[in-house]
Protein backbone atom coordinates (compact mmCIF):
# COMPACT_ATOMS: atom_id res chain seq x y z
CA UNK A 1 0.00 0.00 0.00
CA UNK A 2 1.56 3.55 -0.97
CA UNK A 3 1.07 6.76 0.87
CA UNK A 4 0.87 10.27 -0.71
CA UNK A 5 2.32 13.47 0.71
CA UNK A 6 -0.13 15.00 3.09
CA UNK A 7 -1.42 18.65 3.59
CA UNK A 8 -0.55 21.13 5.98
CA UNK A 9 -2.69 23.83 6.88
CA UNK A 10 -4.67 24.44 3.69
CA UNK A 11 -8.11 24.11 2.78
CA UNK A 12 -8.21 22.87 -0.59
CA UNK A 13 -4.80 21.11 -2.11
CA UNK A 14 -4.29 19.25 -5.24
CA UNK A 15 -2.01 16.04 -5.19
CA UNK A 16 -0.51 13.38 -8.39
CA UNK A 17 -2.44 10.38 -8.16
CA UNK A 18 -3.27 7.58 -10.88
CA UNK A 19 -6.08 8.32 -12.86
CA UNK A 20 -9.02 5.29 -14.27
CA UNK A 21 -6.95 2.61 -16.37
CA UNK A 22 -8.12 2.04 -19.54
CA UNK A 23 -11.52 0.18 -19.59
CA UNK A 24 -11.04 -3.77 -19.80
CA UNK A 25 -13.23 -5.10 -22.46
CA UNK A 26 -15.18 -8.65 -21.06
CA UNK A 27 -17.00 -11.81 -22.94
CA UNK A 28 -19.00 -12.12 -19.74
CA UNK A 29 -22.29 -11.04 -19.99
CA UNK A 30 -21.96 -9.48 -16.32
CA UNK A 31 -18.90 -9.05 -14.52
CA UNK A 32 -18.03 -6.89 -11.24
CA UNK A 33 -14.38 -6.66 -9.99
CA UNK A 34 -13.89 -5.47 -6.46
CA UNK A 35 -11.53 -4.57 -3.78
CA UNK A 36 -12.35 -6.61 -0.78
CA UNK A 37 -10.34 -3.95 1.69
CA UNK A 38 -12.16 -0.75 0.04
CA UNK A 39 -14.76 -2.12 -1.64
CA UNK A 40 -14.65 0.04 -4.62
CA UNK A 41 -15.23 -1.14 -8.47
CA UNK A 42 -12.51 -1.53 -10.70
CA UNK A 43 -15.04 -2.98 -13.19
CA UNK A 44 -18.63 -3.08 -13.20
CA UNK A 45 -20.25 -4.67 -16.64
CA UNK A 46 -24.29 -4.78 -16.19
CA UNK A 47 -23.02 -5.58 -12.69
CA UNK A 48 -26.44 -4.19 -10.93
CA UNK A 49 -29.01 -6.39 -12.99
CA UNK A 50 -30.52 -9.52 -11.28
CA UNK A 51 -29.57 -12.39 -13.16
CA UNK A 52 -29.73 -16.29 -12.63
CA UNK A 53 -26.72 -17.01 -10.72
CA UNK A 54 -26.47 -20.79 -10.49
CA UNK A 55 -24.42 -22.82 -8.14
CA UNK A 56 -22.82 -19.34 -7.15
CA UNK A 57 -25.89 -19.06 -5.33
CA UNK A 58 -24.90 -21.75 -2.86
CA UNK A 59 -22.71 -18.94 -0.81
CA UNK A 60 -25.84 -17.63 0.49
CA UNK A 61 -26.14 -21.23 1.73
CA UNK A 62 -22.67 -21.84 3.27
CA UNK A 63 -23.22 -18.37 4.92
CA UNK A 64 -26.36 -18.99 6.80
CA UNK A 65 -24.84 -22.53 7.77
CA UNK A 66 -21.62 -20.75 8.56
CA UNK A 67 -23.83 -18.41 10.52
CA UNK A 68 -25.57 -20.83 12.59
CA UNK A 69 -22.40 -22.37 13.40
CA UNK A 70 -21.01 -19.33 14.71
CA UNK A 71 -23.65 -18.22 16.67
CA UNK A 72 -24.28 -21.83 18.78
CA UNK A 73 -27.28 -23.35 17.27
CA UNK A 74 -25.41 -25.56 14.93
CA UNK A 75 -21.45 -27.34 15.07
CA UNK A 76 -19.59 -29.18 12.46
CA UNK A 77 -20.62 -32.23 14.81
CA UNK A 78 -24.19 -31.84 13.81
CA UNK A 79 -25.96 -35.17 12.00
CA UNK A 80 -28.22 -34.95 9.67
CA UNK A 81 -30.72 -37.32 7.56
CA UNK A 82 -30.60 -37.67 3.78
CA UNK A 83 -34.31 -37.24 2.46
CA UNK A 84 -35.45 -39.15 -0.25
CA UNK A 85 -36.66 -35.64 -2.23
CA UNK A 86 -33.04 -34.33 -1.67
CA UNK A 87 -31.50 -37.87 -3.04
CA UNK A 88 -34.44 -37.27 -6.17
CA UNK A 89 -33.74 -32.94 -6.61
CA UNK A 90 -30.07 -33.26 -6.04
CA UNK A 91 -28.49 -36.51 -5.95
CA UNK A 92 -27.02 -39.14 -7.87
CA UNK A 93 -30.94 -40.21 -9.74
CA UNK A 94 -31.37 -35.66 -10.50
CA UNK A 95 -28.02 -35.85 -12.90
CA UNK A 96 -26.94 -32.41 -11.24
CA UNK A 97 -23.76 -32.03 -9.34
CA UNK A 98 -24.20 -34.09 -6.82
CA UNK A 99 -21.90 -35.48 -3.49
CA UNK A 100 -23.78 -38.66 -4.26
CA UNK A 101 -25.44 -38.85 -0.62
CA UNK A 102 -27.33 -41.71 -0.35
CA UNK A 103 -31.37 -42.13 0.35
CA UNK A 104 -32.18 -42.18 4.43
CA UNK A 105 -27.99 -41.78 4.64
CA UNK A 106 -26.85 -39.83 7.74
CA UNK A 107 -24.03 -37.12 6.88
CA UNK A 108 -22.02 -34.12 9.23
CA UNK A 109 -22.71 -30.74 8.89
CA UNK A 110 -18.65 -30.49 8.25
CA UNK A 111 -19.14 -32.96 5.36
CA UNK A 112 -21.95 -30.82 3.91
CA UNK A 113 -20.07 -27.71 3.92
CA UNK A 114 -17.32 -29.36 2.09
CA UNK A 115 -19.56 -31.08 -0.38
CA UNK A 116 -21.11 -28.08 -0.96
CA UNK A 117 -18.39 -25.87 -1.67
CA UNK A 118 -15.93 -28.35 -3.27
CA UNK A 119 -18.46 -30.72 -4.95
CA UNK A 120 -21.44 -28.31 -5.44
CA UNK A 121 -23.39 -30.96 -4.24
CA UNK A 122 -26.70 -30.06 -4.47
CA UNK A 123 -28.68 -32.64 -2.45
CA UNK A 124 -25.92 -31.88 0.04
CA UNK A 125 -27.68 -28.00 0.19
CA UNK A 126 -31.09 -29.77 0.42
CA UNK A 127 -30.19 -32.44 3.45
CA UNK A 128 -28.92 -29.02 4.99
CA UNK A 129 -31.79 -26.76 4.06
CA UNK A 130 -34.41 -29.19 5.48
CA UNK A 131 -32.96 -30.16 8.55
CA UNK A 132 -32.05 -26.64 9.41
CA UNK A 133 -35.37 -24.91 8.50
CA UNK A 134 -37.31 -27.95 7.92
CA UNK A 135 -38.03 -27.13 4.47
CA UNK A 136 -36.08 -25.90 1.64
CA UNK A 137 -38.91 -23.46 0.99
CA UNK A 138 -38.84 -22.02 4.48
CA UNK A 139 -34.75 -22.08 4.31
CA UNK A 140 -35.10 -19.58 1.48
CA UNK A 141 -36.58 -17.35 3.34
CA UNK A 142 -33.43 -17.61 5.85
CA UNK A 143 -31.44 -16.75 2.96
CA UNK A 144 -34.01 -13.74 1.89
CA UNK A 145 -33.41 -12.44 5.20
CA UNK A 146 -29.89 -12.53 5.37
CA UNK A 147 -30.02 -11.17 2.33
CA UNK A 148 -31.29 -8.48 3.79
CA UNK A 149 -29.35 -8.01 6.52
CA UNK A 150 -26.30 -8.10 4.11
CA UNK A 151 -27.87 -5.23 2.03
CA UNK A 152 -27.85 -7.03 -0.92
CA UNK A 153 -30.24 -5.45 -3.36
CA UNK A 154 -31.06 -6.81 -6.54
CA UNK A 155 -31.25 -10.67 -4.73
CA UNK A 156 -33.95 -13.61 -4.76
CA UNK A 157 -33.55 -17.03 -3.31
CA UNK A 158 -36.60 -19.33 -3.95
CA UNK A 159 -33.61 -22.73 -2.97
CA UNK A 160 -30.48 -23.40 -1.93
CA UNK A 161 -28.82 -24.87 -4.87
CA UNK A 162 -29.21 -22.30 -7.22
CA UNK A 163 -31.24 -24.95 -9.92
CA UNK A 164 -32.82 -23.08 -12.41
CA UNK A 165 -36.03 -21.23 -11.68
CA UNK A 166 -37.54 -17.64 -12.66
CA UNK A 167 -37.43 -15.64 -9.43
CA UNK A 168 -34.28 -17.10 -8.20
CA UNK A 169 -31.67 -13.75 -9.18
CA UNK A 170 -28.66 -12.11 -7.91
CA UNK A 171 -26.46 -9.41 -9.66
CA UNK A 172 -22.90 -9.67 -9.91
CA UNK A 173 -22.52 -6.87 -7.20
CA UNK A 174 -24.53 -8.47 -4.79
CA UNK A 175 -22.76 -11.90 -5.27
CA UNK A 176 -18.99 -10.04 -5.03
CA UNK A 177 -20.38 -8.57 -1.38
CA UNK A 178 -21.27 -11.65 -0.35
CA UNK A 179 -17.88 -13.07 -0.85
CA UNK A 180 -16.59 -10.48 1.01
CA UNK A 181 -18.71 -11.33 3.73
CA UNK A 182 -18.11 -14.73 3.91
CA UNK A 183 -14.22 -14.08 3.94
CA UNK A 184 -14.71 -11.18 6.33
CA UNK A 185 -17.08 -12.84 8.82
CA UNK A 186 -16.11 -16.52 8.81
CA UNK A 187 -12.32 -16.48 8.18
CA UNK A 188 -12.26 -19.79 10.70
CA UNK A 189 -14.02 -21.95 8.04
CA UNK A 190 -12.84 -19.31 4.39
CA UNK A 191 -10.27 -22.01 4.11
CA UNK A 192 -12.24 -24.77 2.94
CA UNK A 193 -13.00 -22.97 -0.33
CA UNK A 194 -9.61 -23.26 -1.52
CA UNK A 195 -9.36 -27.12 -0.51
CA UNK A 196 -8.85 -28.69 -4.20
CA UNK A 197 -10.62 -32.34 -3.58
CA UNK A 198 -12.91 -34.10 -1.33
CA UNK A 199 -13.63 -37.81 -1.37
CA UNK A 200 -17.24 -38.71 0.02
CA UNK A 201 -18.82 -42.01 -0.62
CA UNK A 202 -15.66 -43.55 -1.74
CA UNK A 203 -16.14 -40.57 -4.71
CA UNK A 204 -13.46 -38.60 -4.89
CA UNK A 205 -14.27 -35.21 -6.93
CA UNK A 206 -12.44 -32.51 -7.73
CA UNK A 207 -13.26 -28.02 -6.94
CA UNK A 208 -14.62 -26.82 -10.42
CA UNK A 209 -12.63 -23.38 -9.72
CA UNK A 210 -10.42 -23.09 -12.30
CA UNK A 211 -8.71 -20.68 -10.85
CA UNK A 212 -7.54 -22.77 -7.85
CA UNK A 213 -5.05 -24.56 -10.47
CA UNK A 214 -4.05 -21.69 -12.72
CA UNK A 215 -3.16 -19.02 -9.99
CA UNK A 216 -1.06 -19.54 -6.87
CA UNK A 217 -2.72 -16.70 -5.17
CA UNK A 218 -6.54 -17.60 -5.59
CA UNK A 219 -8.24 -18.90 -2.76
CA UNK A 220 -11.77 -19.03 -3.85
CA UNK A 221 -15.02 -19.37 -4.00
CA UNK A 222 -17.81 -20.88 -6.18
CA UNK A 223 -18.43 -21.82 -10.11
CA UNK A 224 -21.94 -22.01 -11.22
CA UNK A 225 -23.21 -23.40 -14.96
CA UNK A 226 -26.49 -23.20 -15.97
CA UNK A 227 -27.86 -22.83 -19.88
CA UNK A 228 -29.81 -19.23 -19.02
CA UNK A 229 -26.61 -18.34 -17.17
CA UNK A 230 -23.99 -19.92 -18.88
CA UNK A 231 -20.31 -20.68 -17.20
CA UNK A 232 -19.83 -17.98 -14.16
CA UNK A 233 -17.44 -17.94 -11.43
CA UNK A 234 -17.35 -15.85 -8.23
CA UNK A 235 -12.97 -15.65 -7.46
CA UNK A 236 -11.02 -14.39 -5.28
CA UNK A 237 -7.45 -14.04 -5.64
CA UNK A 238 -4.69 -12.55 -2.17
CA UNK A 239 -1.80 -11.11 -3.93
CA UNK A 240 0.79 -9.75 -1.28
CA UNK A 241 -1.57 -7.55 1.09
CA UNK A 242 -4.43 -7.17 -1.71
CA UNK A 243 -7.34 -9.03 -2.16
CA UNK A 244 -9.42 -9.13 -5.22
CA UNK A 245 -12.48 -10.43 -5.76
CA UNK A 246 -14.62 -11.18 -9.24
CA UNK A 247 -17.93 -12.22 -10.53
CA UNK A 248 -18.62 -12.99 -14.21
CA UNK A 249 -21.67 -14.83 -15.57
CA UNK A 250 -22.61 -15.63 -18.86
CA UNK A 251 -19.25 -17.34 -20.46
CA UNK A 252 -19.41 -20.14 -23.26
CA UNK A 253 -17.13 -22.92 -21.90
CA UNK A 254 -15.19 -23.58 -18.67
CA UNK A 255 -11.79 -22.82 -20.88
CA UNK A 256 -13.49 -18.91 -21.57
CA UNK A 257 -14.36 -18.91 -18.34
CA UNK A 258 -10.88 -19.77 -16.97
CA UNK A 259 -9.52 -17.50 -19.30
CA UNK A 260 -11.32 -14.77 -19.05
CA UNK A 261 -10.92 -14.79 -15.10
CA UNK A 262 -7.43 -14.54 -15.40
CA UNK A 263 -7.51 -11.84 -17.44
CA UNK A 264 -9.52 -9.89 -14.82
CA UNK A 265 -7.80 -10.76 -12.11
CA UNK A 266 -4.73 -10.03 -13.81
CA UNK A 267 -5.57 -6.58 -14.90
CA UNK A 268 -6.77 -5.60 -11.67
CA UNK A 269 -3.77 -5.93 -10.09
CA UNK A 270 -1.59 -4.80 -12.54
CA UNK A 271 -3.51 -1.20 -13.29
CA UNK A 272 -4.58 -0.44 -9.98
CA UNK A 273 -2.98 -0.37 -6.52
CA UNK A 274 -4.69 1.24 -2.76
CA UNK A 275 -3.59 3.86 -1.43
CA UNK A 276 -3.09 5.11 1.78
CA UNK A 277 -4.43 9.48 1.61
CA UNK A 278 -4.47 9.92 5.45
CA UNK A 279 -3.46 8.06 8.36
CA UNK A 280 -5.87 7.65 11.68
CA UNK A 281 -6.06 10.59 13.85
CA UNK A 282 -3.72 12.51 10.82
CA UNK A 283 -4.31 16.60 11.30
CA UNK A 284 -5.55 17.58 8.02
CA UNK A 285 -6.48 21.69 8.68
CA UNK A 286 -5.82 24.15 11.57
CA UNK A 287 -9.39 26.22 12.50
CA UNK A 288 -9.54 29.34 13.97
CA UNK A 289 -11.83 29.44 17.13
CA UNK A 290 -14.26 31.90 18.54
CA UNK A 291 -14.70 32.70 21.84
CA UNK A 292 -12.46 30.06 22.75
CA UNK A 293 -9.23 29.50 25.21
CA UNK A 294 -7.06 28.64 22.67
CA UNK A 295 -7.13 30.75 19.18
CA UNK A 296 -7.30 27.72 16.65
CA UNK A 297 -8.07 23.93 16.64
CA UNK A 298 -6.66 20.50 14.69
CA UNK A 299 -9.53 19.10 12.55
CA UNK A 300 -8.61 15.31 12.19
CA UNK A 301 -9.43 12.00 10.54
CA UNK A 302 -10.22 9.04 13.03
CA UNK A 303 -9.26 6.15 10.84
CA UNK A 304 -7.20 5.04 8.07
CA UNK A 305 -8.55 6.45 4.85
CA UNK A 306 -7.51 4.15 2.14
CA UNK A 307 -8.59 4.37 -1.75
CA UNK A 308 -8.02 1.90 -4.58
CA UNK A 309 -6.93 3.80 -7.60
CA UNK A 310 -5.47 3.42 -11.02
CA UNK A 311 -1.13 3.05 -11.30
CA UNK A 312 -0.59 4.81 -14.56
CA UNK A 313 -1.66 7.83 -16.06
CA UNK A 314 -1.45 10.27 -13.17
CA UNK A 315 -3.97 13.06 -13.47
CA UNK A 316 -4.46 15.64 -10.39
CA UNK A 317 -6.86 14.30 -7.78
CA UNK A 318 -8.16 16.96 -5.24
CA UNK A 319 -8.59 17.55 -1.80
CA UNK A 320 -11.10 20.11 -0.15
CA UNK A 321 -11.28 20.40 3.24
CA UNK A 322 -14.62 21.81 4.42
CA UNK A 323 -15.76 23.66 7.93
CA UNK A 324 -16.92 26.71 8.76
CA UNK A 325 -14.76 29.51 10.11
CA UNK A 326 -15.11 29.80 12.66
CA UNK A 327 -15.82 27.39 14.75
CA UNK A 328 -17.45 28.67 18.22
CA UNK A 329 -16.29 27.34 21.54
CA UNK A 330 -16.81 25.07 23.45
CA UNK A 331 -15.24 22.14 21.28
CA UNK A 332 -15.63 18.66 22.68
CA UNK A 333 -12.87 16.36 21.71
CA UNK A 334 -14.35 14.52 18.73
CA UNK A 335 -17.01 16.93 17.45
CA UNK A 336 -17.90 16.55 13.92
CA UNK A 337 -16.53 20.10 12.24
CA UNK A 338 -16.40 19.32 8.70
CA UNK A 339 -15.27 16.56 5.71
CA UNK A 340 -12.48 16.06 3.91
CA UNK A 341 -13.97 15.55 -0.21
CA UNK A 342 -11.89 13.17 -2.41
CA UNK A 343 -12.25 13.66 -6.44
CA UNK A 344 -11.30 11.31 -8.47
CA UNK A 345 -10.57 12.02 -12.12
CA UNK A 346 -13.68 9.74 -13.26
CA UNK A 347 -15.96 11.30 -11.38
CA UNK A 348 -16.31 9.42 -8.05
CA UNK A 349 -16.48 11.91 -4.71
CA UNK A 350 -15.09 10.31 -1.41
CA UNK A 351 -16.13 12.36 1.87
CA UNK A 352 -14.52 11.91 5.14
CA UNK A 353 -15.74 13.29 8.05
CA UNK A 354 -13.33 15.87 10.34
CA UNK A 355 -13.50 15.28 13.60
CA UNK A 356 -11.80 18.07 16.88
CA UNK A 357 -8.76 16.57 18.00
CA UNK A 358 -8.63 17.73 21.20
CA UNK A 359 -11.81 19.61 23.73
CA UNK A 360 -11.57 24.02 23.82
CA UNK A 361 -13.38 25.53 26.68
CA UNK A 362 -14.66 28.92 26.24
CA UNK A 363 -13.90 32.09 27.47
CA UNK A 364 -15.42 33.23 30.52
CA UNK A 365 -16.99 36.58 30.62
CA UNK A 366 -14.27 39.38 30.46
CA UNK A 367 -12.35 36.99 27.71
CA UNK A 368 -15.73 37.34 25.77
CA UNK A 369 -16.29 40.78 26.07
CA UNK A 370 -12.38 41.63 24.70
CA UNK A 371 -12.73 38.87 21.89
CA UNK A 372 -15.91 40.47 20.80
CA UNK A 373 -14.23 43.95 20.83
CA UNK A 374 -11.39 42.46 19.16
CA UNK A 375 -13.38 41.67 16.54
CA UNK A 376 -15.44 44.29 16.05
CA UNK A 377 -11.97 46.29 15.55
CA UNK A 378 -10.09 44.05 13.65
CA UNK A 379 -12.45 41.42 12.01
CA UNK A 380 -10.67 38.58 14.02
CA UNK A 381 -8.92 37.63 16.95
Known amino acids: MMSYPKWLSAAVLTVMFAAPATALETKAK ?6 YDTGEYLLAENAFVPVAPASMSKLMTIYVIFDKIKDGTLSLEDVFTVSENAWRTGGAASGSSTMFLPVGGKVTVEDLIKGIVIQSG ?14 EEDFADLMN ?15 STGLPHPDHRMSVEDLAKLAQAIIRDFPEYYSVFSQKTFTYNNILQGNRNPLLYSMPDADGLKTGHTAEAGFCLTASV ?5 RLIGVMTGLKSNKERSEEAE ?14 IFKQFERIVSVPVYMGEEKTIDLVVNEDVVMTIARNQARNVKLTAVYDKPVKAPIKQGDKLGEVRIEVPDGA ?31 AE
Do not use: Q
Request: aromatic fraction near 12%; charge should be positive.
Open 263 to 276: KIMNWGFREFNNYK
Open 349 to 379: VKTVPLYADHSVRRLGFWGRVLSNIKYLLFG
Open 122 to 135: NDACIVAAENIAGS
Open 238 to 242: KRGDR
Open 145 to 159: AKAEELGLKNSHFVN
Open 30 to 35: NAILMD
